[in-house]
């Protein structure tokens, strides 16, 4: 068969993990829509180096990559407000961190992910397990009135009401249950998300602290 540059998203079923939680250390990154991941996760790259994968990114990217045999797929899931089918995720992250370890990265924040339970367990046996999942808490109206505002220039095909209120439903219906999953093993750090992005960066930094990391670049005041 001849080499092709497609991503392989039917990879086999591994006994352990791709990556060693040793050498590579994963934060998943989880919040309604317009809980401030995003905001959040950069203020991070820039203090403490780490890399930012968005699975929504990379989704969206492999949607318009021309020769994507997935891209109609996706477009139509999330058009539809409805989660991708996992294997397609995760097999684009895992590329993903395979492609940065390259260049020497090894601290990984995964924003929007796993937005599903098969996509939690399939993702901690076969790619890497977390260190923990940070938790964006933010009441569902004050999402709206941030997504209604970023829909005005984002140009993005789901920052419209009726969209954003799937993207609710099933946020609540399928992935607070990954939340809950992590807590019982202690694995959730939970920051409430309705003050200033300022304000919910430094409880961030402190809880980032508590869990062992320290930023290792300082922001020039």
Do not use: W
């Not at 203020?43 to 990217?61: I, K, P, Q, T, W």
């Not at 993005?156 to 939340?179: G, Y």
Request: charged share 30%; with cysteine.
């Amino acid at each position: 068969m001849p080499p092709t540059d497609k991503p392989q998203l039917s990879a086999p079923a591994k006994d352990t993990p791709t990556f060693s939680p040793s050498k590579v250390k994963v934060i998943y990154v989880l919040g309604g829509p317009g809980a401030g991941k995003g905001t959040q996760c950069a203020n991070l790259v820039r203090d403490y180096g780490f890399e930012h994968l968005s699975a929504g990114d990379l989704l969206r990217e492999e949607q318009d990559r021309p020769d994507s045999e997935f891209g109609n797929m996706i477009k139509e899931y999330i058009r539809d407000g409805k989660i991708v089918p996992m294997e397609v995720t995760v097999q684009l992250l895992e590329n993903a961190v395979q492609s940065k370890l390259q260049d020497g990265k090894g601290m990984f924040l995964v924003d929007g992910f796993p937005r599903k339970m098969d996509q939690a367990i399939k993702f901690e046996e076969s790619v890497c397990p977390s260190k923990f999942t940070l938790f964006f808490d933010c009441p569902e109206d004050e999402m709206l009135k941030r997504l209604i505002n970023r829909g005005k220039t984002s140009g993005r095909a789901d920052d419209n009401e009726e969209s954003i209120k799937k993207r609710f439903r099933t946020f609540i219906e399928t992935s607070m249950p990954v939340v809950d999953y992590f807590e019982k093993q202690g694995k959730v750090v939970r920051v409430m998300a309705t003050k200033g992005p300022d304000e919910i960066y430094e409880e961030v930094k402190k809880r980032m602290t508590e869990h062992g990391f320290e930023p290792k670049f300082i922001p020039l005041t």
